[in-house]
């Protein structure tokens, strides 16, 4: 009986899969459509549809592509770049509002939007170098100062200048103030042109040259030519460059470099290259706008210069340690 009850339960359970239709498993299948022959690579392309026929709108395939028609190849030779500027763009007022609104009624608006992007006056004084200065050599200690400020707009400027120095216990050694206009000649560039005044050593009066950059690499150069009432030519170049050793410790290389075109006796200048000062400081900022600092600087007198300071017993080059402060406001 048990025997008999197990193969009725699976005489039950295979009718199921006997009573499946199978009739479809004689037929052939069905033909693959052109599009699927030309997409597995079984047809020659001359025989394949295109894919995007913009005169038809819908493809062979059945995707819409009938909007590719108006794209332009950018591989094409003579295509126009994906930046290019269509000629109507140009066309039309400079202020298209003012045909509507007119043109009073918008120029508090120009004038409010020219003053929040970059047409605010502002002015900055700062003191770049303010200094004590020890020779090493044995000669003698003095200081220097080192100052510019200017007020005006991106554009136009009015900047000052002076600097000087001196030994401690003995009078001004040299002393210059330069009045100057500054007109931006590029994003990072000024040319400017004015007056300097020397009260010290003698009194003489400049006209003034120049032109202060940030030149590629973070390096800032000051540079001008000076012509005195006299007829002496001389000029003088400076540049330094700001190396982050953290958010406040900074370490500054600087050189400058002097040159006349001529001997200036009353100066004790001979013609050429007359002196140039590297040095290297190391600044601590405090905060941004205070931040002292230490180095050193070696001065040499060059060429005729270092003729004329050795024949009056004096050394043509020293090494100095400096001790100062830079400050901004």
């Not at 040259?209 to 006299?230: C, E, K, N, T, W």
Request: hydrophobic share 40%; proline share 6%; charged share 25%.
């Amino acid at each position: 009986m048990i025997r008999l009850a197990l193969l009725a339960g699976a005489m039950l359970a295979a009718s199921p899969l006997a009573a499946q239709d199978h009739a479809a498993h004689g037929e052939k299948p069905a033909a693959q459509s052109e599009a699927d022959h030309c997409a597995m690579g079984h047809l020659p392309p001359e025989q394949c549809p295109r894919k995007d026929d913009p005169k038809e709108g819908v493809s062979k395939t059945g995707m819409d592509h009938g909007s590719h028609g108006g794209m332009s190849d950018k591989s094409a030779p003579g295509a126009a770049p994906e930046d290019a500027v269509p000629a109507r763009a140009l066309e039309g007022p400079r202020h298209a509002a003012d045909a509507i609104w007119g043109r009073k009624a918008m120029e508090p608006s120009r004038a409010q939007l020219a003053r929040e992007n970059g047409g605010m006056t502002t002015g900055m004084i700062l003191v770049e170098r303010l200094e004590a200065r020890i020779a090493a050599d044995g000669g003698e200690d003095g200081y220097l100062w080192d100052a510019q400020g200017w007020y005006g707009g991106d554009i136009n400027r009015f900047v000052f200048k002076t600097e000087g120095e001196g030994g401690f216990g003995s009078e001004l050694e040299d002393a210059e103030i330069q009045a100057l206009y500054s007109r931006a000649i590029g994003p990072f560039f000024d040319l400017q042109a004015g007056v300097r005044f020397d009260p010290e050593p003698d009194n003489l009066t400049h006209l003034v040259l120049g032109v202060q950059a940030l030149a590629p690499y973070m390096f800032h150069v000051d540079g001008a030519i000076f012509l005195s009432d006299r007829g002496d030519l001389t000029g003088r170049i400076e540049a330094e460059y700001d190396q982050k050793i953290t958010q406040r410790l900074i370490l500054q290389p600087r050189i400058e470099a002097a040159f006349a075109a001529q001997d200036v006796p009353d100066r004790e200048i001979g013609a050429g290259i007359t002196k140039v000062e590297p040095g290297l400081r190391l600044r601590y900022e405090i905060a941004p706008e205070f931040a002292p600092y230490v180095g050193f600087e070696y001065e040499a007198k060059l060429g005729e210069t270092a003729d004329i300071a050795r024949a009056a017993g004096e050394s043509p080059d020293g090494l100095k340690a400096v001790l100062g402060l830079r400050i901004w406001f």
